[in-house]
């Protein structure tokens, strides 16, 4: 009885982080596209003395290549940067503020401040999924039912990952 009060209570307790993770989750899903993702315009006047090499760092982008310069042009990837006067122009992606900080939440790594939250996140879930067996009598017909349900869903989750 313990087990169905713990897990009724962090169920509702962690209603509100589980909608976030769930829609984060499906979002994260279409950040190899540009859906949820607003394109703007950047038209930036380096300072002197900018280096080509130095050009991804002076403009923030990640992984910034120099794909060819023609006549003090260089061309990367969604820009150009006249090398005379040296004025970049460029799209960016982002996502929008509030859509930006619930995909960072949900993929934090063990640097960010906010690392506990997942950990404590994954912790709970594990706890969902061991503590839904205690909901019903063993032997019952609706605890035989909720076991061929999970083998089922184990089964689809190995299949989906090895083949």
Do not use: Q
Request: hydrophobic fraction near 50%; charge should be positive.
């Amino acid at each position: 009885m313990k087990m169905r009060i713990y897990h009724r209570y962090l169920g509702f307790f962690l209603a509100g982080i589980m909608a976030v993770y769930a829609l984060s989750g499906i979002i994260l899903i279409f950040r190899d596209t540009d859906t949820f993702h607003i394109v703007e315009t950047v038209e930036k006047v380096l300072p002197e003395g900018t280096e080509l090499e130095n050009l991804g760092k002076e403009l923030g982008i990640k992984r910034f290549r120099i794909d060819r310069i023609e006549s003090d042009v260089a061309y990367f990837r969604d820009g150009t940067y006249d090398i005379e006067t040296r004025t970049a122009v460029y799209t960016k992606k982002e996502m929008p503020y509030l859509l930006d900080k619930m995909t960072h939440l949900h993929k934090a790594t063990s640097s960010r401040p906010l690392a506990f939250l997942n950990i404590f996140f994954g912790v709970s879930l594990f706890f969902f999924v061991m503590s839904s067996f205690w909901m019903f009598v063993p032997g019952t017909s609706v605890f035989k039912k909720g076991l061929y349900f999970a083998l089922a869903g184990l089964a689809l989750t190995l299949l989906v990952l090895f083949v």
